[in-house]
């Protein structure tokens, strides 16, 4: 009876001390100046491979531990975006940093008195969903939850940049705001700069004003939505956002984009919300004239949506916690 007595509150001071490590907050070493570097060109198409760099300054000696969110905003279950990461390779003046994995979408760095980190790693791009990545020959669809690395539990209001290199006659169509280089990308937040998903490739693109703000449309593959169909959109599109801009009062983007994909191996549609674009994955059908009220009618609710849910958005969403259900 005592050994058992004993034992039993052994495995009890053990559980104890499992679960303290378990809710114990967990926090990098303070890092600056992000900048993230995306290459997608016809060489990486080939093995549908992303590559992405992190740099960045270190704080302070601690680990830096770096994160993939676990889901994405607007797509609510967990996707575990880690899961397609490939050759993570972390450096310091091009020497080689020590590293292990804290849990399955955190990686711990060693920085050992580096104060400049760069973390390289190919991502597979190989889902075709709008809240995924995927890559053809000569296109890519990636959003920022699947490639973009966050600092954990420091805190999302960092800004950042991103620099996208592709073929030089390839197009990179995003609402994300230019930076000051050629092919860079700026936000003032980790939460603005996920949201903001890229085409990069051979896309049709054009633009018109409405509501006196600039709305793009982006379509994929180049030529599979042009004529009637494509003009008739933009028509209605044109009717339909004052039309919401006039419940609330106004018009929440400096530019929104609205994103599509037409491939025959998709059946029916889907589309996916962010605060000034979505993201609409469609079976070729759905651009055939006919079937343009369909098109509007899925295209206004996703346009509501940069109203509703992102800007008036449920409390249990705010913060976001891109490491938890």
Do not use: C
Not at 83 to 95: K, L
Request: charge should be neutral.
């Amino acid at each position: 009876m005592k050994t058992s007595q004993a034992l039993t509150g052994m495995l009890m001071l053990s559980a104890s001390a499992a679960s303290a490590q378990q809710t114990a907050p967990v926090r990098s070493a303070p890092i600056s100046n992000i900048r993230y570097e995306i290459t997608f060109d016809s060489t990486t198409a080939r093995s549908r491979l992303i590559k992405v760099m992190m740099s960045f300054d270190v704080g302070s000696t601690g680990p830096v531990l770096l994160s993939l969110p676990a889901w994405t905003p607007g797509a609510y279950e967990i996707s575990n975006f880690a899961r397609w990461v490939v050759n993570f390779s972390p450096t310091s003046a091009g020497q080689p940093v020590r590293w292990d994995k804290l849990d399955y979408d955190t990686w711990r760095l060693q920085p050992a008195g580096s104060r400049s980190l760069s973390v390289r790693f190919d991502y597979i791009a190989d889902t075709l969903d709008n809240a995924m990545a995927w890559a053809r020959p000569d296109f890519a669809l990636f959003n920022g939850t699947n490639l973009l690395l966050y600092p954990e539990g420091t805190g999302f209001d960092f800004p950042a940049t991103v620099t996208v290199k592709t073929q030089p006659s390839w197009t990179v169509a995003t609402a994300m705001k230019p930076g000051q280089a050629p092919g860079s990308y700026q936000e003032r937040s980790y939460h603005d700069l996920v949201d903001m998903p890229f085409f990069v490739g051979r896309v049709d693109l054009d633009s018109t004003q409405i509501n006196g703000k600039w709305t793009r449309f982006a379509t994929y593959p180049m030529g599979a939505y042009q004529g009637a169909g494509r003009d008739s959109l933009e028509r209605r599109i044109a009717r339909v956002i004052p039309a919401e801009a006039n419940v609330l009062g106004e018009t929440p983007w400096d530019t929104y984009s609205i994103m599509i994909i037409y491939d025959s191996t998709f059946q029916g549609g889907s589309a996916l919300e962010h605060q000034a674009s979505h993201v609409g994955v469609y079976t070729p059908a759905l651009g055939m004239p006919g079937l343009d009220t369909v098109l509007t009618s899925i295209t206004a609710h996703e346009i509501f949506h940069a109203w509703n849910v992102k800007r008036l958005r449920p409390a249990d969403m705010v913060p976001y916690r891109y490491s938890a259900a």
